[in-house]
């Protein structure tokens, strides 16, 4: 079994701004503010065994989808580091994700 960290999002704590000309509120990428996967993998085939979720910060749905593929989709674990919004506020889209597309891992 391989194991990998991989950083879905490392962007402000906040946020875009509208109307802000800064190069952050202008960028039109997808960008989690504070999450990071940690993933098993078979050796053999690089199927993903599990995925721990650590922080649910704004705009990790995007991130989660742009970086695994519908085959590779799975989420077993969320750990949650505090309750700061920056690391929560994606939670409930998230739940609901999971929910309506009755994704259980």
């Keep these: 079994m391989n194991f990998s960290l991989i950083v879905n999002g490392a962007g402000n704590a906040f946020l875009r701004e509208f109307g802000c000309p800064c190069s952050r509120c202008t960028g039109r990428e997808n960008r ?6 940690i993933v098993a ?9 599990w ?3 650590v922080d ?16 590779k989709d799975r989420l077993d674990w969320l750990l949650l580091t505090h309750w700061h919004p920056d690391h929560t506020l994606d939670l409930n889209h998230l739940c609901e994700t999971a929910r309506s597309t009755g994704r259980k891992g």
């Design 32 to 37: 989690a503010t504070a999450s990071v996967s």
């Design 56 to 71: 649910a910060g704004p705009g990790v749905v995007e991130s989660l989808v742009n970086g695994f593929p519908p085959e």
């Design 41 to 49: 993998r078979d050796e053999k085939d690089d199927k993903i065994l």
């Design 51 to 53: 995925h721990a979720l």
